[in-house]
C-alpha cells in the first residue's frame, strides 16, 4: 500500500494546466466507447497551447516512480487545472480534491452533468458530447476560460513553509561583475547573483557588465530558489507582464499603438505595460519612415516570453493622424541602410546589422546552424551555432527556434568567390528593447 503526504513541497510552474481526466478508452452510457486519450491529445492540448499554456497531464510528469507521488506533484506545480468529471472516474474525483485542498484555479468539463460528484454537483462546468459541434463549442468556451481564469489573482494555501521559498527585500552592492551576472553583497554578509533576466521585465540584460559597476548599490531582493540557493533580483513585487500580454496580445491580434523609438533594428511600438514590439525594418513599406510619437495600426507576429521579445507588423496604410506623420526617405541613390558601395556585390557590408527571417534549422548533429533570409542578397546568410550567443545556440537544440523567426544579425565574413555571408548572433541595442528613465508616465494605449 503507498503512503503520501498531502504536504506542499514543490512551488507553481507557471504556464503549466494539469488536465485531471480519465485515461484510455472508457464506455459512456449510451454504451459507445470514447477514448479520453485522444481527447486530451487532438483537442484539449491544442487549444491549452494556444492560449500560451503547456498542457501537462499525470502520465508527463517528471518525478518518482509512485503514481500518487507524480500525481501530487502535478497538481502543485498546476498554474491552471482541467478536471474532466466524464464517466465518474475515481481517481479524477480524489484528485480534484487534492488541487481542490490547496486551491487551485480550476475548469471542469463533463459530458453528462450527473457526471459531477454530489458532494460538490452544481458546478459550473463545460458540457460536451462526441459529436462534432458539441466538441467545437466546447474547445471555443474552453479557451475563453482558461484566458480569464489566468487573469484572476491566486489564492493557493501553502500545507507547510516551503523551506525552499522566501523573498527578503535589501540593498546590496556589487561585488563582481562579468557579462552573464553580478555578485551582490548586502551589509549583513548574504550575498546573491543577479542574472539579466532578474533586471527588467521588459528585456534581458545581455551585458552585465554595461549594466551595473563594482561597488554600486542596488535596490532589490534575495530570492530562495526551489532547487536551492540564492538569488538577487530587482524585479520582486513586479507583475510579470508578459502573463498578461499572451492573453490580451495574442498572434494575429491588430490593435493601435505609440512609436516609442526609431533604431537601426526597426521601429518599436509600445504594446503593454512596459514592453515594446519590434516592427523589423525590413518589413516597413519602402520610402516611409516612422517617428516617436506617431499613432501606428499593427498586428502581433510573435510573442516570445521566454526572449522576451515581440515581434510586430505595419497593418497597410497603418500609420494614423496622430502624432508625427509618416515621412517619406528622400532618394539619394545610396545603398541600403547606408551600405558602403564597395560591398554591393555582396549584397551587405562587413559588420552591418542586419534583421534576418529565418528559412533553415539544423540542430547540432545536423550540422548546427541557421540560414537566414535578409534584405539585399538573394541567397541566405550562415549563421553558425559557434558564433551564436548562449540562449539561441540553446534554442536551437530545443525547438526554441522557428521558420519565419527575425533574428538580429551581423556580418561578421564575406566570401565574394563563393558568395557566402556569415553572421553572428547580437541581440538589439540595450535601449532599443526598452528605455525606463524615458518613459515617465506609465500611461498606455489600449488595443483597438
Same mark, same amino acid.
Given at each position: 500500500?503507498?503512503?503520501?503526504?498531502?504536504?506542499?513541497?514543490?512551488?507553481?510552474?507557471?504556464?503549466?494546466?494539469?488536465?485531471?481526466?480519465?485515461?484510455?478508452?472508457?464506455?459512456?452510457?449510451?454504451?459507445?466507447?470514447?477514448?479520453?486519450?485522444?481527447?486530451?491529445?487532438?483537442?484539449?492540448?491544442?487549444?491549452?497551447?494556444?492560449?500560451?499554456?503547456?498542457?501537462?497531464?499525470?502520465?508527463?510528469?517528471?518525478?518518482?516512480?509512485?503514481?500518487?507521488?507524480?500525481?501530487?506533484?502535478?497538481?502543485?506545480?498546476?498554474?491552471?487545472?482541467?478536471?474532466?468529471?466524464?464517466?465518474?472516474?475515481?481517481?479524477?474525483?480524489?484528485?480534484?480534491?487534492?488541487?481542490?485542498?490547496?486551491?487551485?484555479?480550476?475548469?471542469?468539463?463533463?459530458?453528462?452533468?450527473?457526471?459531477?460528484?454530489?458532494?460538490?454537483?452544481?458546478?459550473?462546468?463545460?458540457?460536451?458530447?462526441?459529436?462534432?459541434?458539441?466538441?467545437?463549442?466546447?474547445?471555443?468556451?474552453?479557451?475563453?476560460?482558461?484566458?480569464?481564469?489566468?487573469?484572476?489573482?491566486?489564492?493557493?494555501?501553502?500545507?507547510?513553509?516551503?523551506?525552499?521559498?522566501?523573498?527578503?527585500?535589501?540593498?546590496?552592492?556589487?561585488?563582481?561583475?562579468?557579462?552573464?551576472?553580478?555578485?551582490?553583497?548586502?551589509?549583513?554578509?548574504?550575498?546573491?547573483?543577479?542574472?539579466?533576466?532578474?533586471?527588467?521585465?521588459?528585456?534581458?540584460?545581455?551585458?552585465?557588465?554595461?549594466?551595473?559597476?563594482?561597488?554600486?548599490?542596488?535596490?532589490?531582493?534575495?530570492?530562495?530558489?526551489?532547487?536551492?540557493?540564492?538569488?538577487?533580483?530587482?524585479?520582486?513585487?513586479?507583475?510579470?507582464?508578459?502573463?498578461?500580454?499572451?492573453?490580451?496580445?495574442?498572434?494575429?491580434?491588430?490593435?493601435?499603438?505609440?512609436?516609442?523609438?526609431?533604431?537601426?533594428?526597426?521601429?518599436?511600438?509600445?504594446?503593454?505595460?512596459?514592453?515594446? $514590439?519590434?516592427?523589423?525594418?525590413?518589413?516597413?513599406?519602402? @520610402?516611409? =519612415? *516612422?517617428?516617436?510619437?506617431?499613432? &501606428? !495600426? %499593427?498586428?502581433?507576429?510573435?510573442?516570445?516570453?521566454?526572449?522576451?521579445?515581440?515581434?510586430?507588423?505595419?497593418?497597410?496604410?497603418?500609420?494614423?493622424?496622430?502624432?508625427?506623420?509618416?515621412?517619406?526617405?528622400?532618394?539619394?541613390?545610396?545603398?541600403?541602410?547606408?551600405?558602403?558601395?564597395?560591398?554591393?556585390?555582396?549584397?551587405?557590408?562587413?559588420?552591418?546589422?542586419?534583421?534576418?527571417?529565418?528559412?533553415?534549422?539544423?540542430?547540432?548533429?545536423?550540422?548546427?546552424?541557421?540560414?537566414?533570409?535578409?534584405?539585399?542578397?538573394?541567397?541566405?546568410?550562415?549563421?553558425?551555432?559557434?558564433?551564436?550567443? $548562449?540562449?539561441?545556440?540553446?534554442?536551437?537544440?530545443?525547438? @526554441?527556434? =522557428? *521558420?519565419?523567426?527575425?533574428?538580429? &544579425? !551581423? %556580418?561578421?565574413?564575406?566570401?565574394?568567390?563563393?558568395?557566402?555571408?556569415?553572421?553572428?548572433?547580437?541581440?538589439?541595442?540595450?535601449?532599443?528593447?526598452?528605455?525606463?528613465?524615458?518613459?515617465?508616465?506609465?500611461?498606455?494605449?489600449?488595443?483597438?
Amino acid at each position: 500500500m503507498h503512503d503520501i503526504r498531502l504536504t506542499r513541497d514543490e512551488q507553481t510552474v507557471p504556464g503549466n494546466v494539469l488536465v485531471i481526466t480519465p485515461m484510455g478508452k472508457k464506455v459512456l452510457r449510451n454504451d459507445d466507447e470514447f477514448d479520453f486519450d485522444w481527447h486530451f491529445q487532438d483537442v484539449i492540448s491544442p487549444v491549452v497551447t494556444e492560449t500560451g499554456m503547456t498542457p501537462v497531464r499525470a502520465d508527463s510528469v517528471y518525478g518518482p516512480a509512485n503514481v500518487l507521488d507524480v500525481v501530487w506533484r502535478g497538481i502543485q506545480q498546476a498554474e491552471v487545472c482541467i478536471v474532466d468529471f466524464s464517466c465518474r472516474t475515481p481517481n479524477v474525483a480524489m484528485e480534484y480534491m487534492a488541487a481542490k485542498l490547496i486551491g487551485k484555479r480550476m475548469i471542469y468539463l463533463a459530458q453528462h452533468a450527473d457526471d459531477i460528484p454530489s458532494d460538490v454537483r452544481g458546478l459550473r462546468h463545460i458540457p460536451y458530447t462526441p459529436l462534432y459541434a458539441d466538441m467545437a463549442r466546447m474547445r471555443a468556451e474552453l479557451r475563453q476560460q482558461l484566458e480569464a481564469v489566468r487573469l484572476e489573482p491566486g489564492q493557493e494555501m501553502a500545507l507547510i513553509p516551503l523551506v525552499t521559498g522566501g523573498v527578503t527585500p535589501a540593498r546590496a552592492q556589487v561585488v563582481s561583475v562579468s557579462a552573464e551576472f553580478a555578485v551582490v553583497r548586502a551589509v549583513d554578509g548574504t550575498l546573491g547573483v543577479l542574472s539579466g533576466e532578474d533586471v527588467d521585465w521588459s528585456r534581458i540584460v545581455t551585458d552585465m557588465a554595461r549594466f551595473c559597476v563594482v561597488g554600486e548599490w542596488l535596490d532589490g531582493a534575495f530570492e530562495m530558489l526551489p532547487a536551492g540557493g540564492t538569488k538577487y533580483t530587482l524585479l520582486s513585487g513586479q507583475q510579470n507582464p508578459w502573463r498578461r500580454l499572451e492573453a490580451t496580445q495574442p498572434v494575429g491580434h491588430t490593435f493601435t499603438g505609440t512609436v516609442h523609438s526609431v533604431r537601426q533594428a526597426g521601429v518599436f511600438v509600445r504594446v503593454s505595460g512596459p514592453v515594446n $514590439g519590434l516592427v523589423p525594418r525590413s518589413s516597413l513599406p519602402p @520610402g516611409t =519612415e *516612422l517617428t516617436p510619437g506617431s499613432q &501606428v !495600426e %499593427v498586428t502581433v507576429l510573435s510573442v516570445e516570453s521566454r526572449r522576451r521579445r515581440v515581434t510586430l507588423a505595419l497593418t497597410q496604410g497603418g500609420a494614423r493622424g496622430r502624432g508625427r506623420p509618416v515621412v517619406p526617405l528622400p532618394s539619394t541613390g545610396a545603398t541600403p541602410a547606408g551600405r558602403p558601395a564597395g560591398a554591393a556585390t555582396a549584397g551587405v557590408a562587413l559588420h552591418e546589422r542586419l534583421e534576418g527571417e529565418v528559412v533553415k534549422i539544423a540542430p547540432e548533429g545536423q550540422g548546427g546552424y541557421v540560414l537566414l533570409r535578409v534584405p539585399g542578397r538573394e541567397r541566405p546568410v550562415f549563421l553558425h551555432c559557434s558564433a551564436m550567443s $548562449g540562449q539561441l545556440r540553446h534554442d536551437l537544440n530545443h525547438d @526554441g527556434i =522557428e *521558420l519565419g523567426e527575425i533574428l538580429d &544579425v !551581423e %556580418v561578421s565574413s564575406i566570401d565574394l568567390r563563393q558568395d557566402k555571408v556569415c553572421v553572428r548572433d547580437v541581440e538589439p541595442e540595450d535601449e532599443d528593447t526598452v528605455a525606463p528613465e524615458e518613459e515617465g508616465a506609465q500611461g498606455l494605449p489600449q488595443a483597438a
